[in-house]
C-alpha cells in the first residue's frame, strides 16, 4: 500500500494532488529512475493498458507512422529514432495515470501510454524513464526529455519556460454511490443540504469554500467533513456519513472502476474544471521551449483522435469525460494569479 499525500494543487498541477488522502494498492512501488518501454514496437503496435492491475482494460491498437509529421521534428530527434518520454511517477505511482505495473517494471498508466501512441504516430521507438515530479522538469530544462506526459497543468507561468501541446482536460469530480439520487452540471445549488468530503489544502477544497460562500448568501449551505485518508473517505460515503466526494477526476474514475461489482459501487456525479468556472483546465504534453517538439506531438495526437485511437486510450482508463477535440499548441492556461 502506498500512501500519496494532499499538496497544493498549483504547486504539483495535479500530480501529487490527484491522490490527496487516497490509499491506493500498487502492483509494485519501483525505486528505479528507468522504466521498461515496453507497449510500444517497430511496427506500430501499442499496448493499452499493458501490466495496469485492473486499472485500465488492456487494448492492442496499431499506430501508422505518419513520416511527414516524423520529417518535421528537430533533427537530433530523429537522428536518435526515439522519443525519450519523461514521467514524474517516482517514488510510488498515482493510479490511472502512471505507476509500477504488475511484472514490477514496466511504467504504465494513461500518461506513458499516450506517450508511446504518439512516438509510434512519430516513427519513433518510446523510451519511457521515470522519475520524481522536479526531476522531470529538470529532465525537461536539460534536454534529457523530450517530452513530459505526466498530467501537467497548462499555466501561463509555465509558458513562460515550456511549449505546450494539450491532450485532456483538467477535471475534478463528484463521487457518489451508484444508487444515489443526484448530479452536478456545474451549478453548486444541487449541493444545498448535502455533507460532503474534500482534502485539505487542495484546490478542489478550495473551489468547495467558494461554493459554499457563495450559498451561504443565499441563505443556503452544505456541510463539509474531513478525513485523514482515502480509506476513511470511502467508508464514510459507504456508510451514508457524506452524500459525495469531491476530488481529481482521474482518482475518482479509477476508484470507481475497482468498485464495480461490490456492494457499495460507486460513480461520477459530474466533473468540474480544476482551474474553475471562467478555463476549462487543460493537461498538456510539455516540451523545452523553442525546441520544436510540441507542434509535431500536437499533430500527432490530433491525428490520434481523428483515427479514434485517442478515445480508445481514453475509454481503456475510463477517462472518456476527459476528452478535447483537438489538441493545441500552447493554449491558454491558468493565470499567473492562479498557478
Known amino acids: 500500500m502506498s500512501t500519496i499525500t494532499p499538496s497544493r494543487w498549483r504547486n504539483r498541477a495535479g500530480v501529487l494532488v490527484l491522490a490527496a488522502g487516497v490509499v491506493v494498492a500498487l502492483a509494485g512501488c519501483s525505486a528505479n529512475a528507468s522504466a521498461d518501454s515496453s507497449g510500444g514496437s517497430a511496427d506500430g503496435t501499442v499496448t493499452i493498458?499493458?501490466?495496469?492491475?485492473?486499472?485500465?482494460?488492456?487494448?492492442k491498437v496499431t499506430v501508422t507512422e505518419d513520416s511527414k509529421l516524423h520529417d518535421a521534428l528537430p533533427a537530433a530527434v530523429k537522428d536518435s529514432g526515439k522519443l525519450t518520454i519523461g514521467v514524474g511517477a517516482l517514488p510510488s505511482g498515482f493510479p490511472?495515470?502512471?505507476?509500477?505495473g504488475d511484472d514490477q517494471k514496466t511504467l504504465t498508466g494513461s500518461e506513458p501510454d499516450l506517450g508511446r501512441l504518439v512516438a509510434a504516430k512519430l516513427g519513433?521507438?518510446?523510451?519511457?524513464?521515470?522519475?520524481?515530479?522536479?526531476?522531470?522538469?529538470?529532465?525537461?530544462?536539460?534536454?534529457?526529455?523530450?517530452a513530459g506526459f505526466s498530467n501537467i497543468t497548462v499555466t501561463e507561468q509555465r509558458k513562460e519556460k515550456y511549449d505546450f501541446a494539450s491532450y485532456r482536460q483538467d477535471n475534478l469530480a463528484f463521487q457518489v454511490l451508484a444508487d444515489a439520487s443526484w448530479t452536478f452540471d456545474g451549478d453548486p445549488a444541487v449541493l444545498a443540504g448535502k455533507t460532503l468530503s474534500v482534502?485539505?489544502?487542495?484546490?478542489?477544497?478550495?473551489?468547495?469554500?467558494?461554493?459554499?460562500?457563495?450559498?451561504?448568501?443565499?441563505?443556503?449551505?452544505?456541510?463539509?467533513?474531513?478525513?485523514?485518508?482515502?480509506?476513511a473517505i470511502k467508508l464514510a460515503l459507504d456508510s451514508g456519513k457524506i452524500d459525495g466526494y469531491f476530488g481529481p477526476n482521474p482518482t475518482i474514475a479509477y476508484q470507481n472502476a475497482q468498485s464495480k461489482g461490490t456492494a457499495k459501487e460507486t460513480t461520477t456525479?459530474?466533473?468540474?474544471?480544476?482551474?474553475?468556472?471562467?478555463?476549462?483546465?487543460?493537461?498538456?504534453?510539455?516540451?523545452?521551449?523553442?525546441?520544436?517538439?510540441?507542434?509535431?506531438?500536437?499533430?500527432?495526437?490530433?491525428?490520434?483522435?481523428?483515427?479514434?485511437?485517442y478515445a480508445?486510450?481514453?475509454?481503456?482508463?475510463?477517462?472518456?469525460?476527459?476528452?478535447?477535440?483537438?489538441?493545441e499548441v500552447n493554449p491558454e492556461g491558468l493565470p499567473l494569479d492562479a498557478s
Not at 478542489?204 to 461554493?211: G, N
Not at 471562467?278 to 481523428?306: D, H, M, R, W, Y
Not at 480508445?312 to 489538441?327: F, G, I
Open 96 to 100: 490511472p495515470l502512471a505507476f509500477t
Open 199 to 231: 482534502s485539505s489544502g487542495t484546490n478542489q477544497e478550495k473551489i468547495l469554500l467558494e461554493w459554499q460562500k457563495e450559498l451561504q448568501a443565499k441563505g443556503k449551505d452544505f456541510a463539509i467533513k474531513y478525513y485523514p485518508d482515502g480509506n
Open 312 to 327: 480508445k486510450w481514453l475509454q481503456a482508463y475510463n477517462l472518456s469525460n476527459e476528452a478535447v477535440q483537438t489538441s
Open 124 to 146: 519513433l521507438e518510446p523510451d519511457v524513464q521515470n522519475a520524481t515530479w522536479d526531476n522531470l522538469f529538470v529532465g525537461i530544462d536539460s534536454g534529457k526529455y523530450d
Open 269 to 309: 456525479a459530474g466533473t468540474y474544471s480544476g482551474a474553475g468556472s471562467s478555463l476549462q483546465g487543460l493537461i498538456a504534453a510539455t516540451t523545452k521551449k523553442g525546441s520544436g517538439i510540441a507542434k509535431p506531438v500536437a499533430a500527432a495526437i490530433n491525428e490520434l483522435v481523428e483515427d479514434g485511437t
Open 49 to 59: 493498458g499493458a501490466h495496469s492491475n485492473g486499472a485500465a482494460t488492456e487494448t
